[in-house]
């Protein structure tokens, strides 16, 4: 390849490629500057009178399928003007770095959806040195984000920051945009409520619903901080998780009491049959459905219940219709006498207006929140967990919060 070329391929206009040496895994290119002048930090003058000069290696971005690394000169001026020594300022490298600007937002950009530890190999240098780069970049990313000015629905979720560990962070989202805004380094009441104080006035005057799962800690903190005319919205896919572990309880205890081990374990196999909404079962499930409805009156019955219950969220849009249904099915419930529905009774009975206010609110739902929980799974398991919950929330908050 013509040096020419090289120099087109590189499309660095302050340089001039002198030579290049190839090898089997890298291309080294011999560099130099086009001006033989540079300008004083100092005062601002021009100089030509060169102090010293030593050859420097900078990484850039692979080419060919070679690292590539440009042999480029450091040079030190003495200024004409105010005598002062300066080195020359290069402008597509980083201060104090060995790399260019471009090759260190390459390596930002293989860490995006992988492993920091797999970039590094991939490129050949130390975890260390990807991590800083990370760093710098992430940061430059979030913060001209800043706070958000307005929001109409919060959603406030937890995510498990070790697994096997009762340990949680607590994400913040703006549920209307689709993006994650803060993540709090756990769920206590006093966290969520020192994040919410600090709002701003703007914040708290736009919104107008929060939705949350039955955590006690979220509701007092939301009830106790934010105004009045904020209304608080249990989200219904919780509420269905809920009714699901009712429903699980019963299948158990029914399993229990039989007495063919074939039996239980043909059973044991039937939960995601019971749990997974009847209208995205296929059409082996269904079969297995109807021999369970055949086989056991009980689960039935339950399982019935549980479909019903579901329908009410799906089809009523006025919250008078919707409390009126609810109470027909908890009427329903009580006269089957189904021991395992009690404790979701009680559920229902204590949070019922909030549950309500889905209605109110034109169906708002943690929906979002929880897909968003899921690309945050990813990135812990990516990460094989984070022990540093500063490092856990810069990545949530660049993969998942949004531009």
Known sequence: MALRELADVLDIATLRVTGYEKEPDALRISVEFGKDSATCPTCGVRSNRRHSQKPIAVRDLPCFGRRVFLLLPRRRFKCKSCGKPFTESVPFVEYGTSFTKRYERYIYDQCYERSQAVAAKQEGISDTVVRKVYDVY???????RGRPTAIRVLGI?????????RNYACVITDIDRTRVIEVLKNRLKTTVSAYLSSLPTSVKKSLRWVSIDMWEGYFQAVVEVLPKRVKVVIDRFHVM????GALTKCRREIQRGMESKEEREQLKGLRWVLVTNECNLDDEQKAKLEELYRTCPE??????????FRKIFDEETNRTKAKARLDAWKERVKETGLKSFEGFLGTLDNWEEWILNYFSSG???????????????????????????????QRILVECGGG
Request: proline share 2%.
């Open 138 to 144: 992430a940061s430059r990313l979030i913060e001209p």
């Open 241 to 244: 998780k809920h009714l699901n």
């Open 157 to 165: 979720d937890e995510i498990a920051t070790k697994k096997g560990h």
């Open 363 to 393: 169906k708002v739902t943690n929906g979002v929140v929880e897909g968003l929980n899921n690309k945050i799974k990813l990135i812990k398991r990516r990460g094989y967990g984070y022990t540093n919950i500063g490092n856990f929330r």
């Open 299 to 308: 689960l039935k019955a339950c399982h019935i219940l549980k479909e019903d």
